[in-house]
């Protein structure tokens, strides 16, 4: 069965570093969306593609994160520089284009800064 | 805005119990309604979802049925299994709209005990 990747699954970095996860769709999954989940919370979008293009990065804190998805197959979420409460698990879900199917999650990057 | 509010946990029961998890929601429109699982060390799973009032989704034993009048999607099982311990999370996807975000609750923690 077809998997959504996630690299690295840990990550500790020390505050004022960069950071970078990447993230693998499903084969065939036109729409990409990577989350944020601090502990004790649910998911909350940071932004979602549909290809290459951006459609929704409204929660994204763009003075610091960037997200690409340049061939509109995988994506590289980066976070420079890193503070404190950014430490989060960060999730990358992929669906098939259209609100009638499901999103699949990949397992996350659980990110520690120090 | 458009929120969910779901039961906090731990929630501990006995093996072959009755589980109910409340989950209500403030939307505007015609919200899809889901409950996504996560077991540990995994990404999150789509568990079922209902797209219209009055609808129930089920799935594995569980079961929720979108309540408009009440604004709820409780989940319930009639009888748990010491693997249905998870993390389960109800979330809503807007009604229209250009993206397809899903919003969560904070999650609710189950421990089946044999």
């Known amino acids: 069965e077809a998997e959504v990747a996630q690299s690295p699954r840990y990550k500790i970095t020390e505050k004022s570093q960069a950071v970078a996860f990447w993230c693998d769709p499903i084969?065939?999954?036109?729409?990409l969306y990577w989350y944020r989940q601090i502990l004790g919370q649910g998911p909350e979008l940071l932004v979602q593609?549909?290809?290459?293009?951006?459609?929704?990065d409204s929660q994204l804190p763009k003075d610091r994160f960037s997200a690409e998805r340049l061939k509109g197959v995988d994506s590289t979420l980066k976070i420079q520089p890193a503070e404190l409460g950014d430490s989060a698990m960060y999730l990358c879900?992929?669906?098939?284009?259209?609100?009638?199917?499901?999103?699949?999650f990949g397992p996350g990057t659980r990110l520690t800064v120090t | 805005g458009n929120s969910v509010t779901q039961m906090e946990g731990p929630v501990t029961l006995s093996e072959e119990a009755f589980l109910t998890i409340n989950c209500t929601y403030t939307?505007?429109?015609?919200?899809?309604l889901f409950w996504y699982v996560q077991y540990p060390g995994e990404g999150l799973q789509l568990l079922l979802k209902?797209?219209?009032?009055?609808d129930k989704g089920s799935n594995k034993g569980f079961e929720a049925t979108y309540r408009k009048e009440t604004t709820s999607f409780h989940l319930e099982k009639g009888s748990v299994q010491v693997s249905d311990s998870a993390v389960y999370f109800c979330?809503?996807?807007?009604?229209?709209?250009?993206?397809?975000?899903?919003?969560f609750g904070t999650g609710t923690l189950l421990a089946v005990q044999p």
């Open positions: 979330a809503l996807r807007p009604y229209g709209g250009a993206t397809n975000k899903l919003i």
């Open positions: 879900a992929s669906s098939r284009y259209g609100d009638s199917y499901e999103q699949y």
């Open positions: 084969s065939g999954h036109a729409t």
């Open positions: 939307a505007t429109g015609y919200p899809s």
């Open positions: 209902a797209t219209k009032a009055d």
């Open positions: 593609f549909q290809d290459e293009s951006v459609v929704d």
